[in-house]
């Protein structure tokens, strides 16, 4: 059974970094375009980064343009997302997502574009 995994989240305060892990069961992430989203109270889920199965092509939100960093480790069957200079505004449960698809160079950026999904890990920034 295909399942996706994430932890890493927690509390933290502002200014500070966590590092969130994807770990994929049932399936090789080699050839899935990966994405993370997260869902703050009241709002809609949203990108925050996403990569293609080639890994040559990444998204970032401009709102974590130059804080975050996504990556994956095919050995481990794993991507991460770390995130640098949190902000109270990245608050949000976070969730990995993963897409099947022929082009390796695909970059998916909607929520409706992705198969899998994670069951999401909370990240609070808060002093």
């Known amino acids: 059974q295909e399942q996706l995994v994430e932890s890493g989240g927690g509390l933290v305060q502002p200014g500070g970094s966590l590092r969130l892990s994807c770990a994929a069961s049932g399936f090789t992430l080699d050839y899935y375009a990966i994405g993370w989203f997260r869902q703050a109270p009241g709002k809609e889920r949203e990108a925050v980064s996403c990569?293609?199965?080639?890994?040559?092509?990444?998204y970032y939100a401009d709102s974590v343009k130059g804080r975050f960093t996504i990556s994956r480790d095919n050995a481990k069957n794993t991507v991460y997302l770390q995130m640098n200079s949190l902000k109270p505004e990245d608050t949000a449960v976070y969730y990995c997502?993963?897409?099947?698809?022929?082009?390796?160079?695909?970059?998916?950026?909607?929520?409706?574009?992705?198969?899998?999904w994670g069951q999401g890990t909370q990240v609070t920034v808060s002093s």
């Open positions: 997502a993963a897409h099947l698809s022929p082009w390796s160079h695909y970059l998916p950026t909607k929520r409706l574009d992705y198969d899998y």
């Open positions: 990569i293609s199965s080639d890994d040559d092509h990444t």
